[in-house]
């Protein structure tokens, strides 16, 4: 059975630093691109980034990028995400995804399989 | 304000059909794939629809996906009151180079 398992959330100040992580098993993680998705409180799915099965291509939405970093271990079968300079708006569940699919030079033909039950990171002083 | 948008609600009685539609645009929707998301409330969301009209193992025939142009439809027939949940498409958009979601659909079942 796939299980992926979030950890890491809690409450951190604004500009603070966090590292969220999601054990996965029941697949052989090393074959599998992998992504974060965020849900702030009442609101709609919002993607954060993925990477590739083995790590060396990384995606980020406009929010993540050049504060958070994707990243993966494949000998512990474990997704990260450290997220810097933490702002008030990044206040959300974290949900980790297994990612199926392609991406080209042009395009990402992908969608997201499995999901963790999600890790609650608020960001408040 | 999502560039795919889909109607903030929808509601049907049991046993009826309900569709969601989600709009976005060529460089969106109109070239790539679209997959449909359930979240039932306090839970993860679930894959419902891939590749536009694929259905993953476990999901019942009762839900289906189509698309055409730059829209794409989720289709969910015999409504049960546990279809009752928050439906999300989603796609790749090949000009900003980031993965999107609508804004997503609440579905009530009277």
């Known amino acids: 059975e796939v299980q992926l398992v979030e950890s890491g959330g809690g409450l951190v100040q604004p500009g603070g630093s966090l590292r969220l992580s999601c054990a996965a098993s029941?697949?052989?993680?090393?074959?599998?691109?992998m992504s974060w998705v965020r849900q702030a409180p009442g609101k709609g799915l919002e993607w954060v980034s993925f990477?590739?099965?083995?790590?060396?291509?990384?995606y980020y939405a406009d929010s993540a990028k050049g504060r958070f970093t994707i990243s993966r271990d494949n000998s512990k079968n474990t997704l990260y995400l450290q997220m810097n300079s933490l702002r008030a708006e990044d206040t959300a569940v974290y949900y980790c995804?297994?990612?199926?699919?392609?991406?080209?030079?042009?395009?990402?033909?992908?969608?997201?399989?499995?999901w963790g039950q999600g890790t609650l990171v608020t960001v408040s002083s | 304000q999502s560039v795919l948008t889909q109607p903030p609600s929808v509601s049907a009685a049991p046993g009826q059909k309900v569709t969601i539609s989600c709009s976005g645009s060529?460089?969106?929707?109109?070239?790539?794939?679209v997959s449909w998301y359930q979240q039932l409330p306090g839970t993860a969301p679930k894959l419902l629809i891939y590749?536009?009209?694929k259905r993953p193992s476990g999901i019942p025939d009762r839900f289906s996906g189509s698309k055409s142009g730059t829209s794409a439809t989720l289709g969910i027939t015999g409504l049960q009151p546990g279809d009752e949940a928050d439906y999300y498409c989603?796609?790749?958009?090949?000009?900003?180079?980031?993965?999107?979601f609508g804004g997503g659909t609440r579905l009530t079942v009277l």
């Open positions: 995804a297994r990612r199926l699919g392609y991406c080209s030079s042009t395009s990402c033909y992908v969608n997201f399989d499995y």
């Open positions: 029941g697949f052989t993680f090393s074959s599998y691109a």
């Open positions: 990477i590739s099965s083995g790590g060396g291509d990384t």
């Open positions: 060529s460089s969106n929707i109109g070239n790539n794939y």
């Open positions: 590749e536009n009209n």
């Open positions: 989603g796609t790749w958009d090949s000009s900003l180079s980031v993965w999107m």
